[in-house]
């Protein structure tokens, strides 16, 4: 896969949020690759690091990265939570208005028209359509869905790490034994077979295919030429960093957390793919050094905590690595391994270690040392060769949409200023200081409401969901009937789908192991299990999606559920006896807002790393520890932190144009139905089908 989709597969991977573990039909045989410009493929070997800079994906989909509460120490953790005193004046003054709201995405600079087969009849920009070659495309003839789900497989099998991330290989006749290549090689060769697929895509007529698989078509094109246009960006993403999606940090993760460990085979792929790791280490030096021509390097301090952190895995004993504990504990869970054949594998991954893949993070840690002697501090994108067009291409990229980096600014300041004031209100009903900074008047509510810690907090997330999932229930016209559990999280905050045959339940992943603001955790729950992250996923999974557009994700369109969702739940009376509850969704809201201000402001405005820290705090009330790491992320993963409102806020002005149009015909749970009934989608084309809604009612 291109580069990018490596760093989206580490952002999903070590997040946690791993919702394509799903039991689908597999994907059919696979043809040969028609028109691919680029080296043969013998089996696929290993993926590039390109830009983290789209928003969707083929076959492995840009996943939320996690939501975790501010730290908080462990003498601030109550033996029980204060009870609020002013509760019922409180609940009377935040009382929900009507579920309409005046807010508004602002206009962006017009898409042009889509040229996907459209009355013009011409081929999309940056087709390379050639007759002759289309009619000897082995696709040739074939009906629209089963071209696609050829297509989309041919596209999997070009990348071994996401057959594994699938869970396909057996499927495919592949074993788990190779990474993915990070070399500019490989990576022309996948973005031809992505261009061949937009090109034999325009010999359908749409308008003959019935309505679901035209629009399965248009959403599976827009993923393509969504990574198509990255390609100009291909060196301009960071793939060294001391954030999580940093290349060395995500193949340990993916080793360690994702390769298949249950029986010897398994384990002889995870030696294999332990061989393979100086290679791939020597390819990214030579994409490092591609980067550093165009300046697309993080700021130094970022450089510098990498190469701690990459030096600490190359020193480390070996059999204390966690590519040895990980082989170790799993052979000894293997009852049907014989003590010599664990023994012959770990004495082979020990040597593997030591004279192979520890000198080789050695060796990446001096080169990015000498990265770091050469970086500058500056935070931004700006600053690289075509800065400003990447960062352009960042956003259209995640929010699907055309707005600018000065209409995301000045949406954020506005929602900044809306949220605070909402803030405010609430807090004066609640007998707080209204005048207070936002940093004291959270301060104040966490030190009023409490902390939890451990299975306390397993079982009062467990009892959110209880009480919610009842109260939504008439928002929508079925609920999933997939069974979703609260797990032990640790440290993160996440969701992780189950399967469709409901062999494994939804899984919300909530911190234990630090005090989490009681005020803070019904968001907490509503944002990432229901209704949010885990009943948009059970939804989905229980709709006719083919698998080529289950596999896809569309960050604006999920990012933005979960956030809408916060705001539903709100509106169907979750925090009708919970103000101090409120005071956390609107912080949580406040927080993804000053985001729309943060990340132009950092990648187009030439904020300093400091100066986004200083604003973060002032205006969120989050601790500083916590806003010092995800200033990071939004260093190293441009516009991806935009998409939570630019989502909620579309989808909001689309249920006040439909409820607008329609008035008493209008339903709450039919408008729901068109938004989750079809996967993730990007944004222009969820308006449409808005749209066609409201057309049929009126009708």
């Not at 009870?83 to 009507?98: E, H, L, M, N």
């Not at 082989?327 to 010599?340: G, I, P, R």
């Not at 990015?368 to 800065?387: F, T």
Request: with cysteine.
């Amino acid at each position: 896969m291109p580069k990018w989709l490596i760093i989206l597969l580490a952002i999903a991977a070590l997040a946690g949020v791993i919702v394509l573990e799903q039991t689908r039909e597999p994907f059919p045989a696979v043809n040969p690759v028609p028109n691919a410009q680029g080296p043969a493929i013998t089996p696929p070997a290993t993926a590039p690091t390109t830009p983290q800079t789209a928003s969707s994906t083929v076959g492995v989909p840009a996943l939320p990265l996690p939501e975790t509460t501010q730290p908080q120490t462990p003498s601030e953790i109550p033996s029980t939570p204060q009870t609020p005193s002013p509760v019922a004046a409180a609940a009377s003054a935040t009382t929900r208005p009507p579920q309409t709201v005046s807010i508004t995405v602002p206009p962006a600079t017009p898409a042009p028209a889509s040229p996907f087969n459209d009355a013009s009849g011409e081929t999309p920009s940056g087709a390379t359509t050639d007759a002759s070659a289309l009619a000897e495309s082995p696709w040739a003839g074939l009906p629209l869905s089963e071209f696609l789900g050829l297509a989309a497989g041919e596209l999997v099998r070009l990348s071994p790490e996401t057959v594994t991330f699938l869970g396909l290989g057996a499927q495919l006749g592949m074993r788990d034994d190779h990474l993915d290549s990070l070399t500019a090689e490989w990576e022309a060769t996948y973005y031809a077979l992505e261009q061949a697929i937009v090109d034999h895509l325009v010999t359908y007529d749409l308008a003959r295919e019935t309505a679901e698989d035209r629009l399965n078509a248009e959403i599976y094109r827009a993923s393509l030429l969504n990574d198509l246009a990255g390609r100009t960006f291909s060196d301009n993403a960071y793939s060294v960093s001391s954030y999580m999606d940093s290349y060395p940090t995500y193949i340990e993760w993916f080793l360690t957390s994702l390769h298949p460990l249950e029986t010897l085979d398994n384990a002889d792929d995870y030696v294999s793919r332990l061989s393979e790791i100086p290679a791939r280490f020597r390819e990214l030096e030579s994409r490092l050094s591609d980067s550093e021509a165009l300046n697309a390097v993080p700021p130094r301090f970022m450089l510098e905590k990498a190469v701690g952190q990459i030096r600490e895995t190359g020193e480390s004993p070996v059999r204390e690595t966690s590519f040895y504990t990980t082989l170790e504990s799993a052979l000894t869970a293997m009852s049907v391994v014989d003590t010599a054949s664990a023994t012959a594998l770990l004495d082979r991954a020990a040597a593997t270690l030591e004279t192979a893949v520890l000198p080789s993070y050695v060796e990446l840690a001096d080169f990015v040392s000498g990265m770091a002697a050469h970086a500058a501090d500056d935070a931004g994108v700006w600053k690289q060769v075509n800065g400003d067009e990447y960062y352009a291409y960042c956003l259209r990229s995640q929010t699907t949409t055309n707005l600018t980096a000065d209409q995301i600014y000045d949406l954020g300041v506005a929602e900044v200023a809306r949220i605070e004031d909402e803030i405010r209100t609430a807090a004066a009903a609640l007998g707080l200081d209204s005048t207070a900074t936002i940093p004291e008047l959270f301060g104040r509510l966490s030190e009023t409401t409490g902390t939890s810690l451990g299975d306390d907090t397993i079982a009062r997330c467990q009892a959110i969901i209880d009480d919610i999932s009842p109260r939504v229930a008439s928002a929508f016209l079925r609920m999933p009937t997939q069974k979703l559990i609260v797990v032990d999280g640790g440290y993160d905050t996440y969701f992780s789908a189950g399967t469709l045959d409901g062999s494994r339940p939804g899984q919300f992943f909530i911190p234990t192991l630090m005090p989490e603001p009681i005020y803070d955790l019904p968001t907490t729950t509503y944002h990432e299990a229901v209704p949010g992250h885990g009943f948009q996923a059970a939804y989905a999974y229980e709709a006719d999606i083919p698998d080529y557009i289950a596999g896809l994700s569309f960050t604006a369109f999920s990012e933005g559920w979960a956030l809408y969702a916060e705001r539903l739940a709100w509106e169907e009376g979750a925090y009708d006896e919970n103000p101090y509850g409120n005071l956390g969704r609107l912080q949580d809201e406040l927080f993804r807002a000053a985001r729309l201000v943060l990340d132009p402001g950092i990648h187009a405005k030439r904020w300093t790393y400091e100066q986004a820290v200083d604003y973060m705090i002032n205006n969120t009330g989050l601790e500083e520890s916590y806003v010092r790491s995800e200033v990071e992320r939004y260093i190293v993963t441009p516009g991806q932190a935009v998409t939570y409102k630019i989502g909620m806020l579309k989808m909001i002005e689309l249920r006040d144009r439909a409820r607008t149009a329609l008035g008493t015909a209008f339903n709450l749970a039919d408008f729901h139905d068109v938004v989750l009934g079809h996967g993730e989608l990007p944004l222009d084309l969820l308006e449409r089908l808005i749209d066609e809604y409201i057309a049929e009612h009126q009708g």
